[in-house]
């Protein structure tokens, strides 16, 4: 057990760690930034932006997360940590819109009615009428969403990008025991589990306040 | 000409399509596999979920949670380099199938239990006041019932699995991403090479989503009966799953 959990491997796992939440945490607030205007354009837009949004998110809705990692990795020349935050940003801001659109969906017709009725531009309507309650109403999906890309972020570990996953990994490369091992899997699993379960019991809290 | 799409590139995708088509046809088999068995575990835990009994109720907790809260990559990880240590080899067609199948059993599990909250009370003490037993209930009863709803987000956990099964190429799975990543890697013509694999991927996961997004508004708008308040409650169930 000493040997799993000494110090150097603790603090190489709690760099990977680190790595993994500064990606997620980029990466989110990215893509509910992009997911947004792409919401709007596809909700809103009758002319070519709003067709564009509209290839955008379901070409990236309907192919794997795996395919833009590489893609972004091989094809862009940056930096790893930067290949992944793009290639995240990419994938997710897809998802992050559909999850505002069904929000903005959700907002009854009077509300646009009654915001027009009182001399509100259609900019206006959307700023302070329709987006403030389609965003309250996501923050549980949002969140939900966020735990999705925390677990998903191990998918970086195939271009050789050291997350949380990748140290593990990498440490494990050292073992012999099937005890070490174990314990090693044990413990990547609980500390995602940790920290997503959290999240999870967020969301479920948060939807009960609503 | 010599970009990351040149003409010749194409051209080599093109010849070696036997290449991608091996990859697409392992993909389809790992997802029809793997659906299947997340189906069998997604309705048991989910049935089991909406039990008197408190036992069942735990288990099926645990399961959801553990699955769900920790990444498929670890778990896949954990079948092809943590198993072979007390002597279980899997070969990889068989982590992946039991990898996806597990995982989205998980999200299913939560779909179902969903649907089944969703049906009114009456219907479980009409089932009682004949003399059906539990399971009968849910056999004969509820489940019939449920599936109309559960259908558009089952099929949305469809295609998250088929996405997904593209984990295998991180333990050279053969499946689609993989042939493509290794084809692509012996000759570094990756741009053609993913930009064929997305598009087969899009043939694959596009019709389904299509449909599910056209049976959820065709709910929406009332032609099923009595949905509004079982949609309410399936957003619980499609958490993470987008």
Redesign the interface.
């Known amino acids: 057990m000493s040997q799993v959990f000494n110090q150097a491997n603790m603090l190489f796992l709690l760099n990977g760690m680190k790595l993994t939440l500064i990606i997620a945490l980029i990466s989110i607030v990215l893509s509910i930034f992009f997911g947004t205007i792409l919401a709007i354009l596809r909700n809103f837009s009758n002319g070519i932006l709003g067709k564009v949004a509209t290839v955008y998110i ?2 990236f ?7 833009w990692i ?2 972004i990795r ?2 862009v020349p940056i930096p790893p940590m930067y290949s992944g935050i793009v290639s995240f940003t990419l994938f997710t801001s897809a ?1 992050m819109a ?2 505002l659109r069904g929000g903005m969906n959700s907002v009854s017709d009077g509300q646009y009615e009654a915001a027009y009725s009182q001399g509100f531009s259609k900019f206006q309507t959307l700023k302070y009428i329709i987006l403030p309650q389609s965003f309250r109403s996501c923050i549980p ?1 949002f969140l ?2 966020s ?2 890309v925390i ?5 970086l ?2 271009v050789g990008i050291e997350e949380f ?1 990748g140290k593990g ?1 990498i440490i ?1 490369g050292s073992f012999k ?2 005890y070490q ?2 314990l090693l ?1 044990g413990a ?2 609980a500390t ?2 940790i920290i ?2 959290t999240i ?1 019991c967020s ?1 479920r809290t948060i ?1 009960t306040v609503y | 000409m010599n970009g990351p799409f040149a003409r010749f590139k194409w051209e080599a995708v093109f010849r070696d399509y036997n290449v991608f088509f091996e990859g697409f046809l392992t993909t389809f088999e790992v997802a029809v596999l793997g659906l299947a068995l997340a189906l069998i575990l997604g309705v048991i835990f989910g049935v089991i979920s909406t039990s008197k009994v408190k036992v069942f109720k735990i288990i099926s907790r645990i399961y959801v949670e553990i699955i769900q809260n920790t990444p498929l990559v670890i778990q896949v990880f954990f079948l092809f380099n943590g198993l072979p240590y007390i002597k279980i080899i899997l070969p990889v067609f068989a982590i992946g199938v039991l990898g996806v199948g597990v995982y989205h059993g998980a999200y299913i599990a939560e779909v179902v239990r969903a649907g089944i909250i969703s049906t009114p009370k009456g219907q479980f003490e009409a089932a009682k006041s004949q003399g059906f037993s539990h399971i009968q209930t849910m056999r004969y009863i509820i489940l019939p019932q449920t599936i109309k709803i559960i259908i558009p987000p089952l099929t949305n956990q469809l295609v998250n699995l088929i996405k997904n099964t593209s984990v295998l190429a991180m333990i050279a799975g053969g499946d689609l991403m993989y042939m493509a990543d290794s084809w692509s890697s012996s000759n570094m013509y990756y741009g053609p090479a993913y930009v064929v694999t997305g598009i087969l991927y899009f043939i694959l996961c596009y019709p389904l989503a299509r449909f599910a997004r056209k049976l959820e508004l065709r709910q929406k708008m009332g032609k099923v009966t009595d949905t509004s308040a079982s949609i309410e409650g399936l957003s619980v169930a499609t958490e993470g799953g987008l």
């Open positions: 379901e070409v809705r309907n192919t794997p997360l795996l395919l590489l893609s091989f094809l998802v559909e999850i999906t939900s969403q735990v999705t677990k998903d972020t191990s998918f570990w195939v996953t990994m494990m025991s099937s091992v174990f899997f990547l699993a995602y589990f997503n379960f999870s969301v939807k």
